[in-house]
């Protein structure tokens, strides 16, 4: 695996809750060298990749995000990302980093209103990005989603056009325009989805399609 | 001097406030009182419950911590060990369906972290009235909404349970949540001992919220009891996720900690009594000490207050700043609310002032203990016997019927909404028990809960001992080898010597059959009072069991897996006695139910010793539906359809639909034929036929009764629910 080392930092907001399990993976998996960054610390030294991972940051019980965007670790990933420095966001990370600007877009309630937990199937529209050179275009994937609030909306859809890395297949879940389940920023190094590659990085959960973004991660740095 | 009804509010009898006053020696005043009636409330006092619970099997070589604790504990391997328990919440979800079932996810996770255990997954086990009634559909939304709302916020993972939809559950619906946890070491206990060391109360603020909860539980519900809504607590899951990771932190980082303790039904009372208690101490509290979130409670107030996500530490003397960073940084409060005494009283302070000093064991020994008056009902006999069963014209019809009925088709409406992922453990849920794998370690869990009012209605007995099997038998089709139980008991009024007497029966079956299978029973619980003015709920017993499968490559499921491959079934099929089939055709519960202790502890014995030989390529128990629903969902799972024939002397009905245990449906590599008979030929094994590509085709001596294709059977099981939830 991976060529060299690269050091992942995980972001953990008091409400996160798939920190541990993106820790597993990098750590137990990838073999590569991760630590946590407590949301108040702005210790980002020798971090190559942020993960903003799932969970609820502050319990969301206003919009998911809404509030941790406001965390002082957020000015540091900012400036982490317009140095040029990797960032992805899984689910409610996601949510944070549209909350943030730092993607466009927002995410709203799930068109069924209710917590949607299931996998999804999943088109890759870009493989030119350091997050899914490891897939091919157009091929289909099998990840997990798990969230209340997966409902992408834009006002205008031809602002992302060309920024969409992942798509739902077949079925949308939650009524994301244009099925748009993950984008990137016009520079390529903010990365933001919903489902979880976390949680599909082993044989034994039942698919490793996840594991490739990470991987991905590691081969681009 | 009290009046009858003053003390009927807080669900006490005139004769045990007597008992109380002469146990006092003077008359309590009100806070005292108030005290006196959570602890003695059936909730927290187990009086109608106690004697008869003697019964079940506690102890075996890896039980860590049976009954008495926040949870029962297991021995895993020489690092790990498990905690499990299970709770009801049925009296708040019945008026409060969000808030009832959230707060019944919360303090079950609180009690696997009274164990210096992390929560690592949530099952549920649910019973409603029928869908076609739309305050039953408002309940059950609200209740699977209430757990998943919590449990996903708090990210332990809801990979499990059974639902089920009953008459009898219109009015009282059932909510029991279990949960299991990991830790390393030894468990912690909920003690308080050493005196001088501090009572520190950590967590969520103090309100007004849930005051008597525990003595509102303890009551029959009525049409009253929705004006008692104040009486059913709010929960905050996020706080809930702060307070799991401080005192796992806290835990971790230091050795200060004594004691620590789930602060549930009846507050700071029941948890700082129980402390005492176990401790064998007694314990001060200075209610002006408690963080408040509103202005001007009494102490009666704070003592009874059932304010969620809070929890009782015992803490040494002078260490107390150790932690206290800890429980800051996660934004939580920290505050030493009371120290350990010598004498064995609670003394409450407000400031200097004693407003109240009651001795320990007359809140927890001396709680009385009821001598049940039991009596069989006459009726039972007359429901024990099937009349007529109507002529079946196509038994396509009432199959398909069956299939899709809310009892026996896919839940996935239900789980999917609970994220059932997080934690990255999960192997496989949705069919039979669930499998999750532990991380670090070859081997996996097995996790299921099982229990059938309608067989305990019918046969209380029979109905507690199948409850028990059930369990066994679904972790043993997996591979898993069962390792301990953890229950909740679900019954109406126990006063009423019918259903004390159902009370009894199902535990001794319950009991006998948890002793012939060696599985002991290491926590659980009892809901007395589910009864509403038109119902009494089934008498339900749930078992939540967990076993452990040696490693991945003997993991069995349920699923047909392979073109060619051979069924055959194990046990003998039919009787139709309390039968979903019976009740769907003559709308009611009727028969006696059959079960076979003997042939159980056989089946189970070699069903899991061929598993793990690898002669097995799926197992799948036979229950609701019988053999004709459980076929089926083989089916549907593997996609794959059948050809079988079952010669038979029994009607085709008791073939197809009965719910005789132990049954159980296995296929095999067609070369492995021989030997699978040599193996299992001390039990009943008959050969059926075999696995095809997607008809789905049975034969009863020879006569084709079912000519379908598998993509009709999903259309069926799919929708069960989700056409009623649309």
Same mark, same amino acid.
């Given at each position: 695996?991976?060529?060299?080392?690269?050091?992942?930092?995980?972001?953990?907001?008091?409400?996160t809750?798939?920190? @541990?399990?993106?820790?597993y993976?990098?750590r137990?998996i990838?073999?590569?060298?991760?630590?946590?960054?407590?949301?108040?610390?702005?210790?980002?030294?020798?971090?190559d990749?942020?993960?903003?991972?799932?969970?609820?940051?502050?319990?969301?019980?206003l919009?998911?995000? $809404?509030? $941790?965007?406001f965390s002082?670790?957020?000015?540091?990933?900012?400036?982490?990302?317009?140095?040029?420095?990797?960032?992805?966001?899984?689910?409610n990370?996601?949510q944070?980093?549209?909350?943030a600007?730092?993607?466009?877009?927002?995410?709203?309630?799930?068109?069924?209103?209710?917590?949607i937990?299931?996998y999804?199937?999943?088109?890759?529209e870009?493989?030119?990005?350091?997050?899914?050179?490891?897939?091919?275009?157009?091929e289909?994937?099998r990840?997990?989603?798990?969230h209340?609030?997966?409902?992408?909306?834009?006002?205008e859809l031809?602002?992302?056009?060309?920024?969409?890395?992942?798509?739902y297949?077949?079925?949308?879940?939650?009524? $994301?325009l244009?099925?748009? $389940?993950?984008?990137?920023n016009?520079?390529?190094?903010?990365?933001?989805?919903?489902?979880?590659?976390? @949680?599909?990085?082993?044989?034994?959960?039942?698919?490793?399609?996840?594991?490739?973004?990470?991987?991905?991660?590691?081969?681009?740095? | &001097?009290?009046?009858?009804? !003053?003390?009927?509010r807080i669900? &006490?009898?005139?004769?045990? %406030?007597?008992?109380?006053?002469?146990m006092?020696?003077?008359?309590?005043?009100?806070?005292?009182?108030?005290?006196?009636a959570?602890?003695?409330?059936?909730?927290?006092?187990y009086?109608?419950s106690?004697?008869t619970?003697?019964l079940? *099997?506690?102890?075996?070589? %890896?039980v860590?911590?049976?009954?008495?604790?926040?949870?029962?504990?297991?021995?895993?391997?020489?690092e790990?060990?498990?905690?499990?328990?299970?709770e009801?919440?049925?009296?708040?979800s019945?008026? !409060?369906? %969000?808030? +009832?079932?959230?707060?019944g996810?919360?303090?079950?996770?609180?009690?696997?972290?009274?164990m210096?255990?992390?929560?690592?997954?949530?099952?549920?086990s649910?019973?409603?009235?029928?869908?076609?009634?739309?305050?039953?559909?408002y309940?059950?939304?609200?209740?699977?909404s +209430?757990?998943?709302?919590y449990?996903?916020?708090?990210?332990?993972?809801?990979?499990?349970?059974?639902?089920?939809f009953?008459?009898?559950?219109?009015?009282?619906p059932?909510?029991?949540?279990?949960?299991?946890?990991?830790?390393?070491g030894k468990?912690?206990s909920?003690?308080?001992?050493?005196?001088?060391?501090?009572?520190?109360?950590?967590?969520?603020?103090?309100?007004?919220?849930?005051?008597h909860?525990a003595?509102?539980? /303890?009551?029959?519900?009525t049409?009253?009891?929705?004006e008692?809504?104040?009486?059913?607590?709010?929960?905050? *899951?996020?706080?809930?996720?702060?307070?799991?990771e401080?005192?796992?932190?806290a835990?971790?980082?230091?050795?200060?900690?004594?004691?620590?303790?789930?602060?549930?039904?009846?507050g700071i009372?029941?948890?700082?009594?129980?402390?005492?208690?176990r401790?064998?101490v007694?314990?001060?509290?200075?209610?002006?000490k408690?963080?408040?979130?509103?202005?001007g409670?009494?102490p009666?107030?704070?003592m009874?207050?059932?304010?969620?996500?809070?929890?009782?530490?015992?803490?040494?003397?002078?260490?107390?700043e150790?932690?206290?960073?800890?429980?800051?940084?996660?934004g939580l409060?920290?505050a030493?609310?009371?120290?350990v005494?010598e004498?064995?009283?609670v003394r409450?302070?407000?400031?200097?002032?004693?407003?109240?000093?009651?001795?320990?064991?007359?809140?927890?020994?001396?709680?009385?203990?009821?001598d049940?008056?039991?009596?069989?009902?006459?009726?039972?006999k007359e429901?024990?016997?099937?009349?007529?069963?109507?002529?079946?014209?196509?038994y396509?019809?009432?199959?398909?019927?069956?299939?899709?009925?809310?009892n026996?088709?896919? /839940?996935?409406?239900v789980?999917?909404? %609970?994220?059932?992922?997080?934690?990255?453990?999960?192997?496989?849920i949705?069919?039979?028990?669930?499998?999750?794998?532990?991380?670090? #370690?070859?081997?996996?869990?097995?996790?299921?809960?099982?229990?059938?009012?309608?067989?305990?209605?019918?046969?209380?007995?029979? +109905?507690?001992?199948m409850?028990?099997?059930?369990?066994?038998?679904?972790?043993?089709?997996?591979?898993?080898e069962?390792?301990?139980?953890?229950?909740c008991?679900n019954f109406?009024?126990?006063?009423?010597? !019918?259903i004390?007497?159902?009370f009894?029966?199902?535990?001794k079956?319950m009991?006998?059959?948890?002793?012939?299978?060696?599985i002991?029973?290491?926590s659980?619980?009892?809901?007395?009072?589910n009864?509403?003015?038109?119902?009494t709920?089934?008498?339900?017993?749930?078992?939540?069991?967990?076993g452990?499968?040696?490693?991945?490559?003997?993991?069995?499921?349920?699923?047909?897996?392979?073109?060619?491959?051979?069924?055959?079934i194990?046990g003998e099929?039919?009787?139709?006695?309390?039968?979903?089939?019976i009740e769907?055709?003559?709308?009611?519960?009727?028969?006696?139910?059959?079960f076979?202790?003997?042939?159980e502890?056989?089946l189970?014995?070699?069903l899991?010793?061929?598993? #793990?030989?690898?002669?097995?390529?799926?197992?799948?128990?036979?229950?609701?539906?019988g053999?004709?629903?459980?076929?089926?969902e083989?089916?549907?799972?593997?996609?794959?359809g059948?050809?079988?024939?079952?010669?038979?002397?029994?009607?085709?009905e008791?073939?197809?639909f009965?719910?005789?245990?132990?049954?159980v449906?296995?296929?095999?590599?067609?070369?492995?034929?021989k030997?699978?008979?040599?193996?299992f030929?001390?039990?009943?094994?008959?050969?059926i036929g075999?696995?095809v590509?997607?008809?789905?085709?049975?034969r009863?001596?020879?006569?084709?009764?079912i000519?379908?294709?598998?993509?009709?059977l999903? #259309?069926?099981?799919?929708?069960?629910?989700?056409?009623?939830?649309?």
């Amino acid at each position: 695996m991976g060529v060299g080392r690269v050091s992942f930092g995980i972001v953990v907001f008091p409400g996160t809750n798939c920190d @541990r399990d993106c820790y597993y993976v990098i750590r137990d998996i990838l073999n590569q060298p991760v630590r946590f960054i407590w949301h108040k610390d702005n210790d980002l030294k020798g971090i190559d990749c942020i993960v903003l991972p799932g969970g609820f940051s502050y319990g969301d019980y206003l919009r998911a995000g $809404a509030i $941790a965007r406001f965390s002082p670790i957020m000015s540091n990933v900012r400036e982490f990302a317009e140095k040029g420095g990797l960032v992805i966001g899984i689910c409610n990370g996601f949510q944070i980093l549209t909350e943030a600007g730092l993607l466009p877009g927002a995410l709203g309630r799930n068109k069924t209103l209710r917590f949607i937990c299931r996998y999804v199937n999943l088109i890759i529209e870009r493989n030119d990005t350091p997050f899914t050179s490891e897939f091919k275009n157009g091929e289909i994937v099998r990840m997990p989603i798990a969230h209340n609030e997966g409902n992408y909306y834009i006002d205008e859809l031809s602002k992302v056009k060309n920024l969409v890395v992942l798509r739902y297949y077949g079925e949308n879940p939650n009524g $994301a325009l244009d099925n748009i $389940a993950g984008i990137i920023n016009e520079r390529g190094n903010v990365f933001g989805l919903m489902p979880h590659p976390e @949680r599909c990085s082993e044989k034994v959960l039942g698919s490793e399609d996840g594991l490739r973004i990470f991987k991905s991660i590691v081969r681009s740095l | &001097m009290r009046t009858r009804e !003053e003390l009927q509010r807080i669900s &006490m009898s005139l004769e045990e %406030y007597e008992l109380a006053k002469s146990m006092l020696g003077r008359e309590p005043n009100d806070l005292e009182l108030g005290m006196i009636a959570v602890m003695w409330s059936e909730h927290c006092g187990y009086k109608h419950s106690k004697k008869t619970l003697k019964l079940f *099997p506690t102890t075996g070589p %890896y039980v860590l911590q049976g009954p008495g604790e926040n949870a029962g504990v297991i021995k895993l391997d020489e690092e790990l060990a498990l905690a499990m328990k299970m709770e009801s919440h049925n009296h708040p979800s019945a008026i !409060e369906p %969000y808030q +009832g079932a959230a707060t019944g996810v919360g303090g079950i996770v609180r009690d696997i972290l009274a164990m210096g255990a992390r929560p690592i997954a949530l099952l549920d086990s649910l019973r409603f009235g029928l869908l076609d009634n739309s305050r039953t559909r408002y309940l059950f939304s609200g209740v699977v909404s +209430g757990i998943a709302g919590y449990g996903n916020c708090i990210g332990v993972p809801t990979v499990g349970g059974e639902l089920a939809f009953e008459k009898p559950y219109t009015e009282n619906p059932l909510v029991n949540v279990m949960c299991i946890g990991l830790l390393k070491g030894k468990p912690k206990s909920g003690k308080a001992i050493g005196v001088g060391n501090s009572l520190v109360l950590v967590g969520a603020s103090t309100g007004r919220d849930g005051i008597h909860g525990a003595t509102f539980a /303890s009551l029959e519900l009525t049409s009253e009891s929705i004006e008692r809504r104040p009486a059913v607590q709010a929960g905050d *899951p996020f706080m809930e996720k702060l307070l799991i990771e401080a005192v796992l932190e806290a835990l971790e980082k230091s050795d200060a900690i004594i004691g620590i303790q789930d602060m549930g039904a009846a507050g700071i009372t029941s948890s700082s009594v129980e402390m005492a208690n176990r401790g064998g101490v007694g314990v001060e509290i200075e209610v002006t000490k408690v963080p408040q979130r509103e202005r001007g409670m009494t102490p009666e107030e704070i003592m009874l207050s059932e304010s969620q996500e809070r929890m009782l530490l015992c803490v040494k003397r002078g260490r107390e700043e150790e932690i206290r960073p800890i429980f800051e940084k996660w934004g939580l409060n920290f505050a030493i609310i009371g120290h350990v005494i010598e004498e064995k009283i609670v003394r409450v302070k407000e400031k200097d002032k004693i407003v109240g000093e009651l001795p320990i064991d007359l809140l927890t020994e001396k709680v009385p203990a009821y001598d049940l008056i039991t009596r069989e009902p006459e009726k039972l006999k007359e429901l024990q016997v099937i009349r007529d069963i109507p002529k079946i014209e196509k038994y396509e019809e009432i199959f398909l019927r069956l299939l899709g009925s809310p009892n026996c088709s896919s /839940s996935s409406w239900v789980y999917e909404q %609970y994220d059932h992922m997080v934690e990255t453990n999960t192997v496989s849920i949705g069919s039979g028990a669930s499998i999750l794998r532990v991380k670090g #370690k070859s081997y996996l869990l097995g996790i299921t809960t099982d229990g059938e009012g309608r067989y305990c209605y019918l046969d209380p007995y029979l +109905g507690g001992m199948m409850a028990v099997a059930e369990s066994a038998r679904n972790l043993v089709c997996i591979g898993a080898e069962p390792l301990a139980i953890t229950d909740c008991l679900n019954f109406g009024n126990p006063e009423d010597p !019918e259903i004390a007497w159902y009370f009894v029966e199902t535990v001794k079956g319950m009991s006998e059959c948890a002793k012939r299978l060696n599985i002991p029973v290491i926590s659980g619980n009892v809901s007395f009072y589910n009864e509403s003015e038109k119902y009494t709920v089934y008498p339900t017993p749930i078992v939540g069991m967990v076993g452990k499968i040696e490693s991945i490559d003997i993991i069995c499921t349920p699923e047909f897996k392979e073109e060619g491959d051979i069924i055959y079934i194990l046990g003998e099929p039919g009787n139709l006695g309390g039968s979903l089939f019976i009740e769907e055709l003559l709308g009611e519960v009727k028969g006696k139910p059959s079960f076979d202790l003997e042939l159980e502890v056989k089946l189970e014995a070699l069903l899991l010793k061929a598993i #793990k030989g690898k002669l097995i390529k799926s197992a799948q128990d036979v229950s609701r539906g019988g053999l004709a629903v459980a076929l089926a969902e083989c089916s549907i799972w593997g996609n794959l359809g059948i050809d079988i024939n079952i010669d038979a002397e029994k009607s085709i009905e008791e073939i197809l639909f009965g719910e005789a245990q132990p049954v159980v449906i296995i296929t095999i590599n067609p070369s492995k034929e021989k030997e699978i008979e040599q193996f299992f030929k001390d039990i009943p094994i008959k050969k059926i036929g075999k696995v095809v590509k997607n008809s789905f085709t049975v034969r009863i001596n020879n006569n084709k009764v079912i000519d379908l294709d598998v993509e009709t059977l999903k #259309k069926e099981w799919r929708s069960g629910i989700e056409k009623w939830m649309k």
